[in-house]
């Protein structure tokens, strides 16, 4: 939080503050690493990664479809055919190159924000439309709100929907394997807001205790609803927590996929060392909170302009044409596919049914209960009769 | 004093400014509840006019601001805390129920609690099974804590103000449906609502039909229906505190009646319709005709695609129970 | 296999042994359960046996205990967790009813939760009110979790496996009264109980008394000297588990007495008794002679000097509501 | 816990460590304030404290007199006069020391060993035992456990039994005197095992952010029931948990009361100046955990030696020796006095009436409710008709 206003308890009444908001361009003093900067250039922080060209393409590529999910799923909440959105604008160098950096079969329990992750791992861009949707023969049967994500088949944990809960459930899973004996990795993505609960502080003293495989990865966009990250807590950083726990943590530039990548694939390395990691990384929510939020009411325009010249997409792309991968045809075409996929997503998920109501019974248990099978009997004689 | 139309949302928010304005010792606080009026803007405008020392924006911790609250209302200040949704409330379990309610009684006496437990429920706004929570009935059990649940603006502003006067901790049930869908007139009077007191929404002869929250408002409208097509006389009951619950209000409809259809949105086991089933066949067994029938969700969690229609019971069950009642047969 | 005397907590000890023996995944976890066995000694000798990567000492964390072991029953284990009293349960309540309980039904059935939370529970032992609680009804609401509570040495063995092998979150109930005071002979065959299913523990004709946990052997005590002293037949039934419970066990014995008293030690307001009346009244109305009537704690905190004796129900106040639902007239 | 045996998950197969169990004979490199050594010198770290002789003299006999209660209240327990028994020795010296170091009219919250803060507040001897044994006319009417102590009349706030939850009730109502503005400070109690929970972290933040004037004192003991201290958390120290949430903390000897009474004594002052304090103190539970604990089961005898060599009351009496403020016939005296006024207390307390069932159901609410008031009937009719 260092670098950024001090809205805390007290905000700043108003406007008249050039700049200060975004601590990236100064990201050395605040401890932050970076392998690139705003315009794509190295900065000779960290090194830069060993990606080949193709790696790099299908890295900037995500980030761009799942840009592109986020602008459609904001038109259609605003047009009332999706009933809840919660953008992502802003925050896609960090999941999607987190995830690159883990293995297929390492899990990953995610929040809100993070649709790459079940799109590089293989979802069909069909299948999250139906889960925004709410459709039936979505993984989750559309019993959940819209954008929170997941497919066991895709080792990809959906969130629990209370802020921070999950992170415990990361760490114990991740627990699990390493008492199992197996090789899984564990991955987990939670916000700044999510680090004020209990279960952020039970997870990562079991973490400096056990030491299980688990990297955790706080997504500090700095907002958590209304509340500035500086109001969350009185710390200066949100890495520097693990040190309570005896874990190792480091900051780094969460609009910099680069940087991302080559942290978290350390720290997945080291996890099988016994060495779980908290990683902070520094990004920031370029939308709304969610569709039924209201920015205007709590942060300054100019702030929201600061953070947008850092830009994952723009900073990423810059660095694809320095380094002769990318140019305007590509970026193109890129956006126009972009398009033409999520349509016809849109198109085949919202045509698909919505679940029966005897679907909200299954799943409670293995086996129904007789109580339930009563309820259920009695509940579609009801809808039954009423029809 | 004029009468303003107002709201449900604006009702709460007169009610927690009446009392902001009127006793130093009364404080909010919650995630998001000042600069921004909270995500629903119950509080709006609240920090602006109170100041941030008393109308407090709070890290993302549910049991952390209700164990502070805890602590402020030990050393005899009057905290008013939002959950932000009740299906956050779980956290804040141990210290409502165990710490709140058992300081007064743990001490001898010497210390209480008074505070407000801001506990926004109820679904209907396609929120999934977080967000569409009706939990009061965890909070029952042991009842070391009042529950009101307005579904009224009247009841809205009445009851903020009464709980926030009580001398223990109240967890106030608020009908997020009704926030900004229901409004009427009200005189902003500071006059608090009586605690423990059902209202007879509708009186009638045939069938006592006990409920509370916002599905009051299809039981009413299921009663005219009724009226109008089959001459069945529905009786309503709004019990409005389910602790303390008015037993005598109660009675009396369903010794009249001898017929009783409990109504709501929580789930059906041990749902609040079980301890009410439990009492009134004790207390009035010689007047039932027929067995006390509970409508309730089912047992699972609210569905997001179809929950509001198909999991919330609806004028259409509501019915059905009443005619399932009429034409009880032993 | 030749019968062993073990107590209700070796019992406890031998089920957890018999299933950390015979599946590799089972693993056991809370504060103090390892190198020492427990405060009770329930675990003893287990940290020995099977190692300390699978009977693990916590820190002192109960909401980080259960939460863990979500996790740890989310990639396949098959944890058990030790509560070290059911009154510190609280903390841990989010977890076990909207985590562990969820995660099958919220992933469409992709996840699933085997995991077993150990509470023990009930009064007894002079503990004051964090230490004799009887806190199950809590987790009945919304029932996304089983609750099987053993009162003999062989349930206790028995249901320790059946929850340990059961593919979704169980509570297991512990009686803390009976760890040391109860023996008895046992094989230790590693057959599971059934869950769901009430034991007739006596048979009689009069009336119905249903009970669970401890108390169920002062209801025994209860219907001897009754069916000695004044003829009254006395028929009792032990839940054993309270979802699902047994409602063909229970309506059976209703039907036939037509009268039914519940017992329980948890408080009154909707303990689980409430749920059992409403119910009963519901499907049973016909045969009812009398309402159904309810045994259980006031809804006040365990008070430790005088709770054993006077807060707690005890014989003579379970004989009373025989002799008084005998006597019933309309 | 530097300088502890690091017997967590796996614990050191039994016997043959000589030493290295007690880190007060190492302390500075600990990082562990102290004032006195194990012979009650002055050891040039932190200053002596300017306490006059009557005061010392009053410290000296309240840990004398609270060691008294706990081999009193250990005998009672045994022979079955007192149900339950929480024993205290060893700890003198933290909760005495620190409560003087507060004024009178600052509220504590304390746990269940620290007898000494309402004798020094001025609650009467017969009062704590009447609370032992359970009887009516003591301030919690005999409705909680032995050694659950408080008192309002003393600013003394009893503990919740769950160990830690008081921590943010502490915290809160620190923040609701500097709300109200008034000049109360705050001192909570709490263990090493307490740090666990999620209250600790809760009132740790919401400290950080909001100041409110509290002394946070970890009594690290090194036990949590069996549970040794280098298992509740990898952290190096406990103070140093402060960090994370930027709480000013700092580590003493909680066996020297001269390092506690200053330690706590700066922390008050700066309370006041807007900067919470988490103090770590350093000690060691000499007893059982409780009168149902076997400690033989978890620890090794060497480590109860080595630490009793360190027993704040030795330290202490050495020290005033030293000065010339103490003997060996004012030693004898205090003793006799102690135990003489035990056994007047005792006799007394005992004698008093156990509550009536009708008072279980007082305190409730301010007014009862119809609910209780039934109940309340028909318990005491059924009572009635038992006898
Ligand atoms: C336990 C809990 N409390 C409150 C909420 C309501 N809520 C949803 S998102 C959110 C803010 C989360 O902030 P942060 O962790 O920073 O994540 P971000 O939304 O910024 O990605 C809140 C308060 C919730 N979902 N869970
Ligand atoms: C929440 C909670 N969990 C468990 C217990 C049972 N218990 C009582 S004391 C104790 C150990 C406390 O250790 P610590 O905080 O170090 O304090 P100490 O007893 O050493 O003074 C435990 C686990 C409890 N009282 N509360
Ligand atoms: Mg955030
Ligand atoms: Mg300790």
């Given at each position: 939080m260092a670098g950024k206003r001090k809205s805390g308890k007290k905000p700043a009444a108003g406007g008249g503050r050039a700049g200060g908001y975004c601590p990236l361009g100064d990201a050395v003093r605040a401890g932050i690493r970076q392998v690139?900067?705003?315009?794509?250039?190295?900065?000779?922080?960290?090194?830069?990664p060993d990606l080949d060209r193709d790696t790099l393409i299908r890295l900037y590529e995500m980030m761009v479809l799942v840009r592109a999910i986020d602008e459609r799923g904001w038109v259609l909440q605003r047009s009332g055919r999706v009933e809840f959105w919660i953008p992502h604008k802003g925050l896609e160098a960090v999941h999607i190159a987190a995830t690159m950096a883990f293995a297929r079969n390492d899990w990953i329990f995610l929040g809100y924000r993070h649709p790459g992750a079940l799109l590089l791992r293989g979802a069909a861009l069909v299948q999250l439309f139906a889960q925004f949707f709410g459709r039936r023969d979505e993984p989750f049967k559309g019993r959940r709100l819209p954008t929170l994500m997941g497919d066991r088949r895709l080792n990809v944990v959906p969130m629990t929907t209370q802020v921070g809960s999950y992170i415990p459930h990361a760490c114990g899973a991740a627990w699990g394997a390493k008492i199992k004996g197996d090789d899984t990795r564990f991955l987990t993505f939670f916000g700044d807001g999510a680090t004020s609960r209990g279960e952020f502080h039970s997870a990562?003293?079991?973490?400096?205790?056990?030491?299980?495989?688990?990297?955790?990865?706080c997504e500090n966009n700095g907002w958590a609803v209304t509340t500035p990250a500086s109001a969350q807590t009185a710390s200066r950083t949100f890495a520097q927590k693990g040190d309570a726990y005896a874990?190792?943590?480091?900051r780094v530039d969460g609009n910099d996929p680069l940087a991302v990548y080559a942290a978290a694939r350390e720290a997945r390395d080291l996890a099988a060392k016994e060495a779980p990691s908290l990683i902070e990384a520094v990004t920031y929510r370029l939308g709304f909170h969610t569709s039924s939020d209201n920015p205007d009411l709590y942060r300054e325009p100019e702030e929201v302009e600061e953070w947008a010249a850092w830009d994952p997409l723009i900073r990423t792309c810059k660095y694809l044409e320095r380094k002769g991968y990318w140019g305007k045809r590509q970026e193109a075409d890129l956006w126009t596919r972009c398009t033409r996929d999520i349509d016809a997503a849109v198109e085949q998920?919202?045509?698909?049914?919505?679940?029966?109501?005897?679907?909200?019974?299954?799943?409670?248990?293995?086996?129904?209960?007789?109580m339930l099978e009563e309820q259920k009997a009695a509940l579609l004689g009801d809808l039954e009769r009423c029809s | 004093m004029k009468a303003r139309r107002l709201n449900v949302m604006e009702a709460l928010n007169a009610g927690m400014a009446h009392e902001l304005e009127s006793d130093a010792d009364v404080v909010l606080m919650g995630e998001d509840v000042g600069r921004a009026g909270g995500i629903f803007r119950t509080t709006s405008g609240l920090q602006q006019?109170?100041?941030?020392?008393?109308?407090?924006?709070?890290?993302?911790?549910?049991?952390?601001?209700v164990a502070h609250a805890v602590g402020m209302a030990l050393y005899g200040l009057r905290p008013i805390v939002e959950i932000q949704f009740s299906g956050f409330i779980h956290d804040a379990f141990e210290h409502i129920m165990f710490c709140a309610t058992r300081y007064r009684w743990a001490s001898g006496g010497?210390?209480?609690?008074?505070?407000?437990?801001?506990?926004?429920?109820?679904?209907g706004i396609k929120g999934g099974f977080w967000h569409s929570q009706s939990c009061e009935a965890y909070f029952v059990h042991q009842g070391g804590i009042k529950i009101l649940t307005p579904a009224t603006v009247d009841d809205a502003y009445r009851m903020m103000i009464a709980a926030i006067r009580d001398p223990d901790p109240v967890l106030l049930v608020e009908p997020v449906p009704l926030y900004r869908a229901?409004?009427?007139?009200?005189?902003?009077?500071?006059?608090?609502?009586e605690i423990g007191r059902a209202e007879v929404v509708r009186a009638g002869q045939d069938v006592s039909v006990l409920t509370y929250g916002p599905i009051r408002h299809q039981v009413a409208k299921v009663a005219d229906d009724l009226a109008a097509q089959t001459g069945i006389d529905v009786e309503i009951i709004d019990l409005r505190c389910l602790i303390p619950y008015d037993i005598g209000c109660i009675l009396d409809s369903v010794t009249k009646t001898g017929r009783a259809v409990i109504v709501h949105e929580a789930p059906l086991s041990l749902g609040f319709g079980a301890e009410l089933a439990a009492v009134i066949q004790e207390k009035a067994f010689g007047y039932l005709h027929t067995p006390v029938l509970r409508v309730a969700a089912p047992d699972v969690p609210y569905h997001f695609s179809i929950g509001d229609e198909c999991y919330r019971p609806d004028a259409g069950r509501i019915r059905i129970a009443i005619e399932r009642i009429m034409e009880f047969e032993h």
């Open positions: 690139i900067d705003a315009q794509g250039r190295l900065t000779g922080d960290l090194p830069e990562l003293n079991f973490a400096g205790i056990f030491k299980p495989p688990v990297v955790f990865i874990v190792r943590n480091l998920a919202e045509a698909m049914p919505l679940p029966d109501p005897a679907s909200m019974f299954d799943d409670t248990f293995e086996q129904m209960t007789w | 006019r109170f100041g941030s020392a008393r109308v407090i924006d709070t890290p993302l911790d549910e049991k952390g601001i010497q210390y209480s609690c008074p505070m407000v437990i801001r506990s926004p429920s109820y679904g229901l409004s009427d007139e009200i005189v902003l009077d500071g006059q608090a609502a």
